[in-house]
């Protein structure tokens, strides 16, 4: 159990059965009376935010969250397989909880999965991953005011934005955090 006072931005707590994530925090201690903490928690569930006040007696249950290191093997349509490289047990994570991450997932990559009763909610990636331009246009000659941009497609069809110099055929980098372009690794 958390105290009211053990609350901070970043922690993760439970309320009604939920975890949450707190991402901004404000401490009050009005002339009288008991100082109040209000929060903006965000669900590691649905996604959704709500506002909450906590009085400085109040406690605040600590979610049953496991991490785990699972490796990548393949996906059965919604469904993605990981494996548990130690008791080699199969996890089946829904398509919904990995969102745009699931096109840059690589086979045997690691990824850290974050589980709340046994249950997936959050997939960590490794920041960065090396993806090919299936598709886009030639830059234009003379186009070259700062940071233009033109539209670019992987090879899964994922389409990211990506700088005039940038062609088919080219290995670039992507942030899988944001899903943009970091920079070029190397030409076709």
Do not use: H, W
């Amino acid at each position: 159990m958390y105290e009211a006072a053990d609350l901070r931005k970043g922690l993760k707590v439970e309320i009604d059965g939920e975890p949450y994530l707190i991402t901004d925090f404000d401490f009050c201690k009005p002339g009288k009376g008991q100082a109040l903490y209000r929060c903006k928690l965000k669900s590691m569930i649905s996604g959704g935010t709500m506002d909450r006040t906590f009085r400085s007696v109040d406690k605040i249950e600590k979610p049953n969250l496991e991490e785990k290191d699972l490796v990548y093997s393949y996906d059965e349509g919604d469904t993605y397989i990981f494996n548990d490289p130690e008791t080699y047990d199969e996890v089946r994570i829904p398509a919904s909880v990995l969102g745009n991450q699931k096109y840059f997932l690589d086979d045997n990559m690691e990824c850290s999965v974050l589980f709340f009763r046994e249950r997936p909610i959050e997939i960590t990636l490794p920041f960065f991953v090396e993806k090919r331009i299936a598709e886009t246009e030639p830059g234009a000659r003379g186009d070259t005011a700062t940071n233009v941009t033109k539209p670019a497609k992987i090879d899964n069809g994922y389409e990211i934005q990506v700088p005039l110099f940038v062609n088919e055929g080219d290995i670039v980098r992507i942030d899988t955090r944001n899903g943009q372009y970091a920079d070029r690794v190397s030409k076709a």
